[in-house]
């Protein structure tokens, strides 16, 4: 069953905490030494190869990070290396699709000034997979406090059969992500 994805309008409460969250996330990622951002990214790798889930995915979507998100260079050339289809987001106008990469290189500068995938329409990938999630917060409930512009909780919501695990440090994991009835929440969190 496909579960639609309709923006609602939020409580000022709730509002005002994700703007908080946003800002005190950003700060303490752009805080982090390049030692912290590698012993993190390699941790997550390590948690990562200990899920059957993704181990067994034969396709894992991936985000190539920037403005200091999790780094997953190392995640994503293990993956290629280890025989696993994978694709990275492209945004094209409001909406986010996936293409199969087979190295970084596959990759130029491109909206927002991310890195994203060459790839044509032959490329798309939409097929049941494991996918790696960017967020700035999460809490233990799954729930996942983004950029604010909706293009993962829009993928998943015509995508609702691919595995998610969050991606992020420690200290991203928060009490609590105030959520709306369309945000997808994910099935495990990796720090």
Same mark, same amino acid.
């Not at 805080?31 to 181990?55: Q, V």
């Given at each position: 069953?496909?579960?639609?994805?309709?923006?609602?309008?939020?409580?000022?409460?709730?509002?005002?905490?994700?703007?908080?969250?946003?800002?005190?996330?950003?700060?303490?990622?752009?805080?982090?030494?390049?030692?912290?951002?590698?012993?993190?990214?390699?941790?997550?790798?390590?948690?990562?190869?200990?899920?059957?889930?993704?181990?067994?995915?034969?396709?894992?979507?991936? !985000?190539? #990070?920037?403005?200091? /998100?999790?780094? =997953? +260079?190392?995640?994503?050339?293990?993956?290629?290396?280890?025989? $696993?289809?994978?694709?990275?987001?492209?945004?094209?106008?409001?909406?986010?699709?996936?293409?199969?990469?087979?190295?970084?290189?596959?990759?130029?500068?491109?909206?927002?000034?991310?890195?994203?995938?060459?790839?044509?329409?032959?490329?798309?990938?939409?097929?049941?997979?494991?996918?790696?999630?960017?967020?700035?917060?999460?809490?233990?409930?799954?729930?996942?406090?983004?950029?604010?512009?909706?293009?993962?909780?829009? !993928?998943? #919501?015509?995508?609702? /059969?691919?595995? =998610? +695990?969050?991606?992020?440090?420690?200290?991203?994991?928060?009490? $609590?992500?105030?959520?709306?009835?369309?945000?997808?929440?994910?099935?495990?969190?990796?720090?």
């Amino acid at each position: 069953m496909e579960r639609s994805w309709i923006k609602t309008k939020m409580p000022e409460e709730a509002l005002e905490l994700k703007k908080n969250l946003r800002c005190d996330m950003k700060a303490r990622r752009n805080a982090l030494t390049d030692e912290e951002k590698k012993h993190a990214a390699a941790n997550c790798l390590s948690k990562l190869k200990e899920l059957p889930e993704f181990m067994n995915a034969d396709r894992i979507y991936a !985000y190539i #990070a920037c403005r200091n /998100e999790l780094e =997953t +260079a190392d995640i994503i050339s293990w993956c290629l290396s280890h025989g $696993k289809h994978v694709a990275v987001p492209k945004v094209q106008g409001e909406i986010m699709h996936f293409y199969e990469i087979t190295a970084l290189s596959d990759c130029v500068p491109g909206a927002f000034g991310i890195l994203e995938p060459t790839g044509e329409e032959k490329d798309r990938i939409t097929t049941p997979g494991f996918m790696l999630v960017p967020g700035l917060a999460f809490d233990k409930n799954g729930n996942r406090l983004g950029y604010g512009g909706g293009f993962y909780d829009k !993928y998943l #919501a015509s995508h609702e /059969e691919i595995i =998610t +695990a969050a991606l992020g440090y420690d200290f991203q994991i928060v009490e $609590k992500v105030p959520s709306e009835s369309h945000d997808r929440r994910m099935d495990y969190l990796i720090y």
